[in-house]
Each structure stands twice: as structure tokens, then as C-alpha cells.
């Protein structure tokens, strides 16, 4: 894979409360692309920031109904990824 396509994964951190709290435990969240694979998804992170990951948990976040004056719509559907790190690790994300 080139790096460009490990870019096209990793969206974005999420940051949250609730993940600034698991942040203490090596415990990562990032939007990731939805068809991206958990196996995917840790090669990245690994080639990206240059660490060892130990799991990844992924989650799909369905779209939510919006309104713009009498139409409604749905936002798009996303995927999050919970990234764990090897005991000692960390990623700066500035």
C-alpha cells in the first residue's frame, strides 16, 4: 500500500471528553473511512505514527436526521476506530 492510501483511512482524531478520558488507558479514537478494515485500519496507525497497536475496535455511526427549513435530510454515515497501543506508547496529536 502507499502512504497516500494510509492517509485516505485516517480521517480524523475524535476528540471527545469520553476520549480524552480512555486516552489514559493507550485507548485512541479516529474516524476512519467506512469501508476500511480493522486490519487496515492498524497498519496505518502503525506506518503513520510509528507504534505498535494491540487492538482495534470499530464501530459504525449511523446518519442522523437534519432539518434546513422544511426539508429534511440525513447526515452521512461514518465509522470510528478505538485504537489501543502497546503498554508504554503514545501518539502526540498535537
Given at each position: 500500500?502507499?502512504?497516500?492510501?494510509?492517509?485516505e483511512i485516517i480521517k480524523?482524531?475524535?476528540?471527545?471528553?469520553?476520549?480524552?478520558?480512555?486516552?489514559?488507558?493507550g485507548k485512541y479514537t479516529f474516524k476512519?473511512?467506512?469501508n476500511a478494515t480493522k486490519l487496515e485500519i492498524k497498519d496505518a496507525?502503525?506506518?503513520?505514527f510509528k507504534v505498535k497497536v494491540?487492538?482495534?475496535r470499530t464501530m459504525n455511526v449511523k446518519p442522523k436526521k437534519r432539518r434546513?427549513?422544511?426539508?429534511?435530510g440525513?447526515?452521512?454515515?461514518?465509522?470510528?476506530a478505538i485504537v489501543t497501543l502497546?503498554?508504554?506508547?503514545?501518539?502526540?496529536l498535537g
Open positions: 500500500m502507499k502512504d497516500t492510501k494510509y492517509l480524523a482524531p475524535v476528540i471527545t471528553e469520553k476520549s480524552q478520558i480512555a486516552k489514559a488507558e476512519v473511512a467506512p496507525i502503525e506506518k503513520i494491540t487492538s482495534v434546513v427549513g422544511r426539508y429534511t440525513l447526515t452521512n454515515r461514518t465509522k470510528k502497546a503498554e508504554g506508547q503514545t501518539i502526540d
